[in-house]
């Protein structure tokens, strides 16, 4: 298997190759950046035609810099390339832009672009430069760029975000693409074409929140209530246990304490009922004005048992009236049971 041709030690061996023969010398950090850049791209093939925009293309052997490629450095450095696996030409523009740096590539003629920006001084040591690659004391050029783990995380990005843009299934020996578009080393901010929703779509969906326990008591079996009618002798403690559990007042007789007032309903307020009584789903003056209607359960209102002329659990029979009286917007459904005043017609007829 052959090795991989981004190899950041190999790049760094074969970057002096690239450079002219008469001035082996990077003056910047930028030169450093734009070197790596050029010596990636030769070592996938590319081949240098110019290092302007306007000149003709040229054939330049082994695609080594000419002696003016820096010489608008370190602002912006130009690289023109072709590729024989493309009929397209490729632009290349190293920019510093204050503490960063940014490479912006394009096909020229699919107007396919791509770019790369990153924090200078996370790649590249700045005290190292200028550097003359030519001394016989000139310490190793590695130094410059801060270590081998830099130079392959901006090698990776290079690769993610530009060659593999403008060369898809670009084929070389030692050569593989990556589909990990995440990367993102150093200070290099991740770049996306999606802006954010206007809107931004909650975490949870708009339901109502969940409870520990279920919302509603169980219900009990219908066939129970009355038990307590079979069994109407009042238990001794010292005598054996009944022949049917204690259901407590659920017998003939209603009255506030029974059961179908408690937690057998299915309302949601104190003990299983709701706030109009019964199973809750009576609305606030769900009666007519003036109807006779009497309230579900003893003691129920919307202003609760407190309520003047409101029975109170457990309290006696049909006390007085409540302040509101008959007619008045709900009062209905507010006031103790209302009783008939006048028999109802032929009740006196006992074949009724």
Known sequence: MASNVLDPSALIHALPN????????????????????????????????????SSPARSILNSVLPDEWNQHGPGHYTFRYRHEQSSLEFLVKIVKLGSRTMINSIAVESD????????????????????DLSAPDAPPLIHGFISSNRVADFISQFQLTTIQKLIPGLRKEGYTESDDTSTNAG????????????????????????????PYPP???????GRRDLDPIPRNPFSPPSLFPD????????????????????????????????DGYLPPIGAPPGARFDPPGPGMGPLGPGFPGMRPRGGGAFPGRGPL??????????????????????????YM
């Open 219 to 225: 219900m009990r079996n219908p066939l129970e209530i």
């Open 325 to 350: 009286g008959r007619g008045m917007p709900g009062s209905g459904n507010m006031p103790d049971p209302d009783n008939d005043e006048f028999m109802p017609p032929g009740s006196g007829d006992m």
């Open 187 to 214: 200070g290099s901010q991740p770049r996306t074409d999606v802006p954010p929703p206007a809107h931004p779509q909650p975490d949870q969906p708009p339901y109502p929140p969940q409870h520990a326990t279920p």
């Open 247 to 278: 259901h407590g007042g659920d017998g003939m007789f209603v009255g506030p304490d029974h059961p179908i007032f408690g937690p057998g309903m299915r309302g949601q307020g104190p003990e299983g009922r709701g706030p109009w009584g019964g």
């Open 112 to 131: 396919k672009t791509a770019t790369l920006d990153i924090l200078t001084s996370d790649y590249v040591s700045p005290s190292f430069f200028p550097h």
């Open 18 to 53: 690239v450079l002219p023969p008469t001035k082996k010398r990077l003056e910047y950090p930028q030169d450093a950046i734009a070197a790596l850049v050029h010596t990636a791209l030769v070592a996938l093939g590319f081949r240098l035609i110019a290092v302007d925009e």
